[in-house]
């Protein structure tokens, strides 16, 4: 049963556009939400993450808007450039410490010129 | 320098073989990890670690064991390799739980072909 679900699988934007990717869970005990971005050849690292007591965060052109009450949450990215085509994961896990994070299965964002 | 790293980068092994995958880290990080990364499933806890003498199974431990010879070290092998065991492997380590939400950081993964 898949806990955490990633849509689109795939993204394509052009540049100065908007990206975006959203997640759904089902585990109402989930209470930490990152985003973790992986170019190829690299391991993941972690993009942002939100607490379910806020709807939304932003670190520069990255946004989480949180929907607890329909257990969504979604990453925007503004400005989209070529250098953020990578592949983006969405996490939830239950506690803090993050030990045991479920993952969602990964949306590729390609940004074009 | 990188703080977690995994030997070797790249593995091709054939069935039934017994393989091992390393992983080290200069972080100093008490909680270590272990994960799998099939194209399209995205990333599976196998193991965690929270220290040297406290090991978990995660969500698909069947088929791998672990082991963690100091803080810094965290091993994963294969006993006897198998075709669909074929994926990108993971290791990530996190601080000690500290009542935040602490980051994990990954390695740069071993690409591991059992033919």
């Known amino acids: 049963q898949q806990q955490v679900k990633q849509s689109p699988q795939s993204l394509i934007v052009q540049k100065g556009g908007i990206s975006i990717i959203n997640c759904a869970y089902e585990?109402?005990?989930?209470?930490?939400f990152p985003w973790y971005q992986q170019f190829p050849g690299k391991g993941p690292a972690l993009l942002i993450a939100?607490?379910?007591?806020?709807s939304e965060k932003k670190e520069g052109r990255f946004t989480i808007s949180f929907n607890k009450s329909a257990k969504q949450f979604s990453l925007h990215i503004m400005d989209s450039q070529p250098g953020d085509s990578a592949t983006y994961f969405c996490?939830?896990?239950?506690?803090?410490?993050?030990?045991?994070?479920?993952f969602g299965k990964g949306t590729k964002l390609s940004v074009i010129p | 320098d990188a703080d977690v790293t995994q030997t070797p980068r790249n593995r091709i092994t054939k069935t039934g073989k017994r393989i091992m995958l390393e992983c080290s880290q200069t972080?100093?990080?008490?909680?270590m990890y272990w994960y799998r990364q099939d194209p399209g499933l995205g990333l599976r806890l196998i193991y965690y670690?929270?220290?040297?003498?406290?090991?978990n199974k995660g969500e698909i431990s069947d088929g791998y064991s672990v082991s963690r010879q100091a803080q810094a070290k965290f091993s994963l092998s294969l006993e006897s390799a198998i075709p669909n065991q074929t994926a990108l492997y993971f290791c990530?380590?996190?601080?000690?739980?500290?009542?935040?939400?602490?980051?994990?950081?990954f390695g740069p993964g071993t690409r591991l072909t059992v033919l």
């Open positions: 585990n109402t005990a989930f209470d930490y």
């Open positions: 990530a380590t996190s601080v000690k739980d500290s009542g935040r939400f602490s980051e994990q950081f």
């Open positions: 939100i607490r379910p007591d806020v």
């Open positions: 972080k100093g990080h008490d909680r």
């Open positions: 996490a939830a896990s239950k506690g803090a410490g993050s030990y045991q994070l479920t």
């Open positions: 670690s929270f220290d040297v003498k406290d090991i």
